[in-house]
């Protein structure tokens, strides 16, 4: 049979799941388990069976744990039954209040099955105990020599023994319940109340009747002399007199009592759960515990001692470094110094070992102290995890702890900062109060699912704080499982991602939307056209792309500013996107240019391009209405291209460039229009795109020559001469400049071209300065606007100059006055430190372009340039005459020379000379020559310049 089935344990639970988990961890080890599901059942049971040990349950309907306690200490046939509270209230409140009631012992839910054992175990074993001092009591009491009268702090009789029956001549049962002032003579009861109540606030026993004596009053009214010990005594119970009465004659029997209480004050100091050591008034040990030695890791040849004083524990301490350092003796004189005015104290100690310690101290009524040393190492660690657990707990992120049902048992600060909502508010509730419309059941199904399987989840939910505002929270849910692997509790933390996600949206803004006007950019436009071409795959609809381009939008910026120019932007994306259904999708893609998908048009084609066309014209008609700014009117028009697709057959860098094609074709029939594309503008598209690539290859493979045609003067004699770039190309043959030099300056591939035309130009200069027949001959090389600009061509012509050793008053430079539209300022400079250089510089195409007088006098020409335009019609219309004639008189009158291009007839010639021009350039003297026939021309014409 297992020493533990004599013991019978009361389960109260108003949950029939914990009455079987308790049964199922206490019976196999030998108890006898009882249950009661509520209160007045568990205070019948208690009164029946008279259990060893009580689990009571704390949260219960009708009588709760707390009245049961109460009910069963105030009965004298339960009062001394352990009962150990079982709860899920984790405070020191409620504690407080259950060992106000007389409990044993907390055990906190989620209950821990080895746990509950245990502590069954350890308070069966004490109450066995108890009630082995009980018997031992009664036993004492029952055949101690004296008379014993037990009385409460209210003198009323609790117990008596045989020999007090035998002394007073009543029966037990007509004393207790009765006052003690019973047993005294009428004379005396006046004043015992105060005297009891004097003793009762005194630790000091008392004894009366050695010296006057004290008198009994029998029950049949005679009164005996005798010696009474009085003494008081804390018990569970309350307070306690115990009265030893005895004949003045029976002394022996009194003194055998004193050695029985001895013994039984032996028994309980060491039964005691901490060290335990009593010096008297000359500080010697007088007694101990074996705990004593243990807790303070004396050895046993020190406690073998005899005559062992409290000198000698200092010493032995001080000896081995227990105090720190400093002069041992000077530590123990120290130490004996306070000990001989000892005074209560508490402390604690943390020996060197790491053991902890709460030491107490009382002085002894005739002298010396008692000390109780307590081993706090376990408590003070779990005091510092507890610590630790709480500072995390109130950490910057929001906390919520749930029961497995998800009842929310303890939330921090955070949480509630973040909720709005009190502790108060929450506690009790479950996270669902929380809950907003944003995520449908599905969602948190799935998200319970995964913590079911894994343990945990995180994810962004949208939550709904008291104020009935909505926000975004990351949330991290974790599972709390017990040792049997259920769940006990749920954690969860949030913070509160408002702003980060305010971030992700104005970082989304950026990455997607022109900053501008508001409108999707390139990068957005892209992926919706990439879906509208996915979805008319899909459902065979045609849609439409349209590209549109401000006419003269860069007129209005350069003249009135970019602050105008950027309102005239917003106030065109407004107008366009009142043109569009909800669906469509416009974007600014760059500068002026504004692109427009027309998503899942028709079916048909015809009806697709006729839908189209009607918003084109709709878009064409808004943007030519009038735009204000502030009080100023603005007229603005736009050129529109459109395409046609359905699918994805055609891709996306071809379908934009159609588009763009289109609108240029719009431009080109006069602005403030739109075009669709055709297949015939794919071809030329194509065509430009390979002439471009050829391009590309023609540098690397050397494939450019210069020409040259000659300039002559009146004699006809040849001067200098203009340099003309040719492409010979493998398979196209010659190709026109016409053709490339206009592709090349879109492509940038005019500055290494201009760079490759200008170093070769030097280099022959500088082989003609060898010959004397060519050494005479000046050079012009026209100049790309993109050259010009670059923040190093200064530095770029002069390197040229070093490398070929050209001679610098030979070269000269030819210029368009589209060059003088921007930046004046910057183009004087240049060409005023090339000029230094001994540059010089011809205005080419001179009257067809920008022409500003207030511009013209600040620049360091050498030369205009009659365009070849004026000089055609010189003999047959008056004003390209009059033009020609202005050109030149100009030119005079301000000290520039003068050449005219394009002269084909000798009467052309003479008009010019006629005008003041003798120098020319034209088919009437020769045609652009490689160079070989050049110098050939040279040397015929007689070059040498004489």
Request: proline share 4%.
């Amino acid at each position: 049979m297992s020493p533990t089935s004599k013991y019978r344990v009361l389960v109260v639970d108003d949950l029939a799941e914990n009455i079987r988990l308790m049964r199922a961890v206490l019976k196999p080890a030998g108890y006898d388990v009882l249950s009661a599901m509520d209160g007045e059942s568990a205070l019948r049971m208690a009164q029946e069976s008279a259990p060893d040990l009580i689990l009571l349950d704390v949260m219960m309907p009708g009588l709760d744990g707390y009245a049961v306690c109460s009910r069963l200490k105030e009965s004298e046939a339960t009062r001394s039954i352990p009962v150990i509270f079982v709860t899920a209230v984790d405070d020191t409140e409620a504690e407080t209040r259950g060992f106000a009631l007389g409990a044993a012992d907390f055990i906190t839910k989620p209950i821990k099955l080895p746990v509950v054992l245990a502590r069954v175990k350890t308070h069966l074993a004490l109450y066995e105990q108890h009630r082995n001092l009980e018997v031992m009591f009664r036993d004492v009491t029952e055949f101690a020599p004296d008379a014993l009268f037990l009385s409460d702090a209210t003198g009323r009789i609790v117990r008596i023994n045989a020999q007090a029956e035998d002394l007073s001549g009543y029966r037990r049962e007509e004393l207790i319940g009765q006052m003690i002032e019973v047993l005294l003579p009428e004379r005396f009861r006046g004043g015992h109340p105060a005297m009891r109540k004097r003793f009762a606030t005194s630790p000091v026993p008392r004894r009366m009747g050695a010296g006057p004596a004290v008198w009994l009053l029998r029950k049949d009214g005679s009164e005996c002399e005798v010696e009474v010990s009085l003494s008081r005594m804390q018990t569970s119970h309350g307070l306690l007199f115990v009265s030893a009465m005895r004949d003045i004659s029976d002394r022996r029997r009194h003194e055998q009592q004193l050695v029985s209480q001895n013994n039984l004050l032996q028994a309980i100091i060491q039964s005691f759960p901490g060290g335990v050591s009593v010096v008297d008034a000359d500080l010697r040990l007088v007694a101990h515990n074996a705990l004593f030695p243990q807790l303070m890791d004396f050895p046993p040849d020190l406690m073998a001692k005899p005559d062992l004083r409290y000198e000698d524990f200092l010493r032995f301490n001080a000896q081995r470094g227990e105090y720190g350092p400093g002069d041992p003796e000077q530590q123990v004189a120290a130490a004996v110094a306070r000990a001989r005015t000892f005074q209560p104290h508490m402390f604690e100690r943390v020996r060197p070992n790491g053991l902890a310690l709460e030491v107490r101290g009382m002085p002894l009524p005739d002298g010396g102290f008692v000390s109780v040393y307590m081993d706090t190492t376990q408590r003070r660690h779990a005091d510092e995890q507890l610590r630790i657990a709480a500072a995390a707990f109130e950490s910057l992120e929001g906390t919520v702890v749930t029961d497995a049902s998800s009842v929310i048992l303890r939330v921090n600060r955070a949480f509630c900062q973040i909720t709005g909502y009190t502790a108060e508010e929450l506690v009790g509730q479950k996270p669902s109060i929380l809950k907003s419309d944003r995520h449908p059941p599905e969602f948190f199904r799935d998200m319970w699912d995964t913590i079911q399987r894994t343990g945990g989840w995180q994810g962004e939910i949208w939550d709904r704080r008291k104020s009935g505002e909505i926000y975004p929270t990351w949330h991290t849910i974790s599972a709390v499982r017990g040792e049997d692997g259920g769940v006990t509790h749920y954690v969860g933390s949030q913070y509160d991602i408002t702003e980060r996600k305010r971030a992700e949206e104005k970082i989304n803004e950026l990455a997607f939307f022109d900053p501008l006007t508001g409108l999707p950019n390139r990068t957005l436009l892209l992926d919706r056209l990439k879906q509208a071409m996915t979805t008319t795959a899909r459902n065979d609809h045609y849609s439409a792309l349209l590209f549109i381009d401000l006419d003269n939008f860069k007129n209005l910026n350069d003249t009135q500013g970019h602050d105008v120019g950027d309102l005239l932007l917003k106030q065109v994306a407004q107008r366009l996107t009142q043109c569009v259904r909800e669906g469509d999708t416009v974007s600014r893609v760059g500068g002026d240019e504004f692109v427009v998908v027309l998503a899942s048009l028709s079916t048909s084609e015809v009806e697709a391009a006729s839908d189209t066309e009607a918003v084109a014209i709709k878009i064409i008609a808004t943007l030519n209405q009038v735009y204000r700014f502030g009080g100023a009117a603005h007229h603005s028009t736009a050129s529109l291209g459109a395409t046609l697709f359905k699918g994805t057959q055609t891709s996306i860098d071809d379908l934009v460039k159609q588009t763009d094609l289109t609108m240029y074709k719009a431009k080109a029939s006069g602005r403030n229009t739109f075009r669709f594309f055709d297949p015939a503008m794919e071809t030329a598209l194509k065509d430009r795109a390979d002439l471009e690539a050829d391009l590309r290859r023609a540098l690397d493979a050397s494939q450019f020559v210069l020409h040259y045609q000659a300039q002559v003067n009146d004699s006809g004699r040849v001067t200098g001469a203009e340099v003309l770039v040719r492409w010979q190309h493998p398979q196209r043959g010659t190709v026109s400049p016409a053709d490339f030099i206009p592709l090349a300056e879109e492509t940038g591939l005019i500055l290494p071209l201009g760079h490759w035309v200008l170093e070769t130009a030097c280099t022959q200069l500088a082989l003609w300065a060898n010959l004397p027949e060519m050494a005479h001959l000046t050079v012009a090389v026209n100049v790309s606007a993109h050259q010009f600009t670059q923040s190093d061509f200064v530095g770029q012509v002069q390197a040229v100059l070093r490398r070929t050793g050209a001679n610098p008053l030979r070269l000269k430079l030819e210029l368009t006055e589209s060059l003088l539209v921007d930046n004046i300022a910057q183009i004087i400079d240049t060409m005023t430190a090339l000029k230094a250089s001994g540059v010089g510089f011809a205005l080419d195409d001179f009257g067809t372009g920008y022409s500003s007088l207030s511009y013209l006098k600040r620049l360091p020409l050498d030369q205009l340039k009659i365009d070849q335009s004026f000089v055609r019609d010189v003999l047959i219309d008056p004003n390209d005459a009059a033009i020609a004639r202005t050109i030149v008189a100009l030119a005079q009158s301000l000290g520039l020379g003068v050449i005219a291009e394009g002269v084909e007839t000798t009467e052309q010639r003479d008009f010019l000379a006629g005008s003041g021009c003798h120098a020319y350039q034209g088919y009437l003297f020769s045609r652009p020559l490689a160079l070989t026939g050049f110098e050939a021309l040279v040397l015929q014409l007689g070059g040498d310049g004489k």
